[in-house]
């Protein structure tokens, strides 16, 4: 409950320094391990914080989508850690509090610690915390668009070669959605 476990990735989609595009979601998927996948650097320490807050209350690792276009980059942010509120799932019965590993911990009593504990727990978590949500709302909506990650940025540079900004989408009926989490 103390520890906490991110594993930060670094993938390429694009093959500027490998010679294949790859990325982590299957194998996270395959692990049952949830990933957080942030826009830009300011999002990055923001998503590392509450991958490791996530991570001690769910008893599961977490894992962090990083891209070349983050972790090469640099930029000027405000953040403080004393003002960023982190949000847990209530209750801790005796039974929540087993949902860490456990020793000796036989493989399906693990499975059922999983699917019974960290499960909800993880998807109660991602919902408390905003990491998915809904960026613009259209009052008559026309257009959805779900974005995760860079692409996020992208969109809005795309909307900014267009001259429009948030406030001119969402009256043409544009709603963005942003996946901060893409599995679970």
Known sequence: PRGGVLAVVGDDHAMKSSAQAHHCEP????????VLYPSDIQEMLRFGL??????????SWVGLKTLPELVNSSAVIEMSIDSMNIALPASESAQVRNR?????DPWPAGEVRFHQLKWPRILEFIRLNDIN??????????????????????LLEALAQLDLSLQDAERLGVSIYKVGCPWP
């Open 133 to 154: 949500r809904v960026v613009l709302r259209a009052s008559r909506p026309r257009l959805g668009i779900v974005t995760a990650g860079k692409s996020y940025g992208d």
């Open 27 to 34: 194998a996270f998927a395959d692990m049952r391990i949830p």
């Open 100 to 104: 860490h590993v456990q020793w000796p």
């Open 50 to 59: 509450l991958g490791y807050a996530l991570s001690r209350d769910s008893g």
